[in-house]
């Protein structure tokens, strides 16, 4: 028989700390926390801990919405329709304590996603939609298809590739003036806010005329990835795609030092990123997985 509960943390929610992510066993440990109050309802078949759900309501104050964090159920009980009943009984608690909408984000790509899309699908959640990609490619790979952005081509002289280390004080300076005039920089993508730690083997800069015009900032992880961080051209600049030159110099430059692999993290409100990342990255990908959102709008009485 399954049976679920609201379990309350530290007391009785010690069996399901292993059904969360890392990130959200603290929801568990203590429920009332600086900006929301967590909602774990767990699941029980003949008395056994059999599965949890884990979300938050945010606290007065905090403009979030109500998310939902994770669904898991134990491998013993699946396909029995203990994730389904969590998610019901969450919506419940969820419209009992105020809520009129809930949020989840979630990843693709794993075996579970088609039943967890399942559930959502059945207890009324709206259509998934994509929201990031995070990619791992094989560059051997990508250079043995031979893309175009990889040839070599000759450019205007008014245009200069150089490695991020040789951008000056000065040209940081003025892309931040010029930045504060006409804000024109996507506000994610600003270089300032990756500098940290950046690589400087692969990371480089366009300069038109000596001014800072185009930029692609990277990290060099522990595993030897190269990870493409920041990429970004001057909106009058786009269309030349310029930000390929200088992917070019970065698979170049990692290449010489025997780099193999990168990875890419493409918000899809950067659409034409996303699309070049499809093309280009996805065939050779080591792995290619997107995060999806979706809502639920929760009526008085959900059940
Ligand atoms: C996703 C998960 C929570 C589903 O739990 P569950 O208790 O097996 O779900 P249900 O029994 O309610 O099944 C949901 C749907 O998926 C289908 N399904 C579940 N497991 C299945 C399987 N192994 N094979 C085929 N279909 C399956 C069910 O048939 C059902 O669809 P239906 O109503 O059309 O028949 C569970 O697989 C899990 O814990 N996975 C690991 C954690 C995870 O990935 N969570 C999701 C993101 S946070």
């Keep these: 028989m399954i049976d679920t509960k609201v379990v309350t943390p530290a007391q009785d929610a010690k069996a399901f700390l292993g059904m969360t992510f890392p990130t959200y066993t603290h929801l568990l440990s203590e429920a009332d926390l600086d900006r929301v109050i967590a909602v774990p309802v767990a699941a029980f078949v003949d008395g056994v801990p059999a599965g949890l759900i884990l979300g938050a309501m945010p606290k007065p104050g905090n403009p979030a919405p109500p998310t939902l964090f994770s669904v898991f159920v134990d491998p013993a009980f699946r396909n029995q329709g203990v994730g389904t009943r969590l998610m019901e009984d969450f919506h419940k608690e969820v419209a009992e304590r105020g809520g009129d909408v809930i949020r989840v984000k979630y990843m693709t790509g794993k075996e579970a996603t088609a039943y967890f899309e399942r559930i959502l699908q059945k207890t009324g959640w709206e259509e998934p939609t994509p929201r990031m990609a995070a990619i791992k490619a094989d560059l051997l790979q990508i250079r043995a298809m031979d893309p175009p952005w990889l040839r070599e081509r000759r450019i ?12 000056t004080e000065e040209q940081k300076q003025n892309l931040r003036l010029s930045h504060e005039k006409d804000h024109w920089i996507a506000e994610d993508l600003v270089p300032w806010m ?41 909106p009058k600049l786009q269309r030349l795609g310029v930000v390929l030159w200088l992917y070019k110099e970065a698979v170049d430059r990692a290449e010489e030092k025997g780099r193999r692999f ?7 409100h950067h659409p034409a990123m996303h699309a070049f ?3 280009w990255m996805k065939p050779c990908s080591v792995y290619c997985r997107e995060t999806y959102g979706s ?7 959900e059940g």
């Design 277 to 279: 990342a499809m093309r």
């Design 156 to 167: 205007s002289p008014r245009f200069k590739i150089i490695p991020w280390s040789a951008v």
């Design 194 to 234: 990756h500098e940290a730690h950046y690589d400087p083997v692969s990371s480089c800069a366009l300069l038109r005329d000596g001014e800072l015009a185009a930029w692609v900032i990277n990290h060099h992880m522990r595993d030897g990835t190269t990870r493409f961080t920041c990429s970004f051209a001057h």
């Design 295 to 301: 809502e639920k709008k929760l009526t008085v009485g």
């Design 262 to 268: 990168g990875t890419w993290t493409v918000p899809l």
